[in-house]
């Protein structure tokens, strides 16, 4: 059930029976779909896939210690960079742990303009978004059918890469 729905059926205005009943004479909602239950299994299942998808995130990415590792610097200095947006990171689900996804380290370093895309990536995005983003070829070949992380690792425009995420936000 979509996620707009669910705001929908637990208030009781005039306006928001009007919404309810617009969805399920247009939007295929049935009575069924905002049943109690229904939303209850809902929320279940939501929660199920957000813990799936930031299970999937950590295991594409670095602690706080590795990445400081890699980069010959003190966890401190990392902390400061992610904050500073030098680097991409998120906050893990619970505690105050940092995690660094790979897409942004090369063999000699940063990826190229990470700072530049750190910054123009909104910071609603999770984190399984921005890597598919970073590492999946681009939809409209601007990137000559690389992903936005090989064409930068190969040397070639940032602005190319800049394009497709100011089209994403704009999506």
Known sequence: MPLATRSVV??????????RDFLIKYAGVTEADLSDEALREGD??????????????????WDVDRVA???????????RAASEGALYSFA??????????????TTSGLLPG????????P??????????????????EMLDGL????W??????????MVIIDGRNRE
Request: with cysteine; charged share 20%.
């Open 69 to 79: 590792a890699f980069l010959n610097l003190e966890p401190a200095s990392v902390r």
């Open 92 to 105: 893990s689900e619970v505690g105050e742990a940092l995690w660094f996804p790979t897409w942004q380290f």
């Open 44 to 61: 279940a299942e939501l929660a199920k896939n957000r813990a799936a998808a930031h299970r999937q995130a950590v295991a594409a990415s």
């Open 147 to 150: 992903s936005p992380v090989q």
């Open 152 to 161: 930068l690792t190969d040397g070639h425009a940032l602005a190319d890469v």
């Open 10 to 19: 637990t208030m009781t205005t005039e306006a928001d029976r009007s919404t």
């Open 114 to 121: 990470l700072q530049e895309i750190v910054c123009a990536l």
């Open 123 to 140: 910071r609603s995005y999770h984190p399984v978004t921005v890597r598919d983003l970073m590492t999946e070829p681009d939809a409209d």
